[in-house]
């Protein structure tokens, strides 16, 4: 069963939060390293809404890049009505995972079998 349009928007704005905190971690950890701050960079949340530029990627962790891309592609697959799919054998993924994790990729079976491999 599809998820409901509700639950979805509210998992939508879970993504886009999490996103605006990601970015939003960068840029103080920018601001920190930079003492001047004023290089332009507070603009960067609004550029980078669909792109990154490389020094924009080049300045975050590599965890950091990963959620993000993870949000990415949970926005990505929420505009292909793709959403709340496990990647793995298709099957809905439970709305309590998505609620905690909402750019879950697979379901809770899946997750197991691929942090086992
Ligand atoms: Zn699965």
Known sequence: MPLRAAILERLK?????????????????????????S???QDIADQATTAYTKEFLLS???TERQQLK??????????????????RC???ISEKRLDALPFA???IACQEEEERS
């Open 60 to 62: 975050i962790s590599d």
């Open 13 to 37: 704005e879970k993504l886009l939060e999490k996103r605006r905190a990601l970015i939003n971690t960068v840029r103080e950890k920018r601001a920190d390293n930079l003492e001047t701050g």
């Open 105 to 107: 990729r697979f379901c």
């Open 90 to 92: 298709g099957e809905p």
């Open 39 to 41: 290089d332009g960079t």
């Open 70 to 87: 993870q949000v990415d592609a949970a926005l990505d697959k929420m505009r292909q009505k793709a959403y709340g799919q496990c990647e």
